[in-house]
């Protein structure tokens, strides 16, 4: 089980919004920013959203990221077909000098 | 353009021993943080080791004493040498670039396509 809590699945339908949530505790979220990664099946992982709601060039505005207190949110607008992947939030962990990944969220677009 | 490209996976019996490499290509490896993050059959991802610009480096307590990374500048490439291998270290394994505050990887802008690496008897 991981320290970073994500729900296992969201679903939405296509041009609506989802949201996905990251719990962590004051170790990790609570004192480092945040990062977002989309994996597509069978494909490495992509940045979305550092330091907590920053997007990296290329990254459209549909993806916006928030971060409060020890826990933080992907948000996902306009959905398309092609959103439909696997998303992780990660951080660094002081107690446990480590990087640490949430356990992964599946968003279905319907 | 920065790029990543793991080589060294392949199937490997419990107690042995391989050497996965990151050749990087678009930027110095010896500038950056540079990570190794695995990922298991159907799991999600966690990250083994990082080595800084420095070249110390840090790695995960499950492989900790067992796996090391190091780098070879003039080659512009890491590798992770994996020693006592086990059935759990069963994983796509990942090269990726990092970036963090001064002291640690925070996040990965840029990652390799993977390399496999079964242990089974």
Redesign the interface.
């Known amino acids: 089980q991981?320290v970073l809590t994500q729900p296992p699945s969201v679903s939405a339908a296509p041009g609506q919004k989802v949201t996905i949530s990251c719990s962590g505790s004051t170790s990790n979220i609570g004192t480092?920013?945040v990062?977002w990664?989309r994996?597509l099946p069978g494909?490495?992982?992509?940045?979305l959203i550092?330091?907590n709601n920053k997007r990296?060039s290329g990254i459209p505005d549909r993806f916006s990221g928030s971060k409060s207190g020890t826990s933080a949110t992907l948000g996902i607008t306009g959905l398309q077909t092609g959103d439909e992947a696997?998303y992780?939030c990660?951080?660094?962990d002081s107690s446990?000098?480590?990087?640490?990944?949430?356990?992964?969220t599946k968003l279905t677009v319907l | 353009e920065v790029q990543l490209v793991e080589s060294g996976g392949g199937w490997i019996q419990p107690g042995g021993s391989l050497r996965l490499s990151c050749a990087a290509s678009g930027f110095i490896v010896s500038s950056n943080y540079m990570?190794w993050?695995r990922q298991a059959p159907g799991k999600?991802?966690?990250?083994v080791s990082?080595i800084y610009s420095g070249g110390t480096t840090?790695s995960?307590?499950s492989v900790k004493g067992r796996f090391t990374l190091s780098r070879d500048n003039s080659k512009n490439t890491v590798f992770l040498q994996m020693n006592n291998l086990r059935v759990e270290d069963t994983a796509v394994y990942?090269c990726a670039r990092g970036?963090?505050?001064g002291y640690?990887?925070?996040?990965?802008?840029s990652?390799?396509?993977?390399t496999l690496v079964t242990v089974s008897s």
């Open positions: 991981s480092h920013p990062s990664y994996q494909t490495a992982p992509k940045l550092y330091d990296p696997d992780y990660g951080t660094w446990l000098s480590a990087v640490l990944f949430g356990g992964g | 990570n993050v999600g991802l966690e990250w990082v840090n995960a307590d990942y970036w963090g505050d640690n990887p925070l996040y990965f802008d990652w390799g396509q993977g």
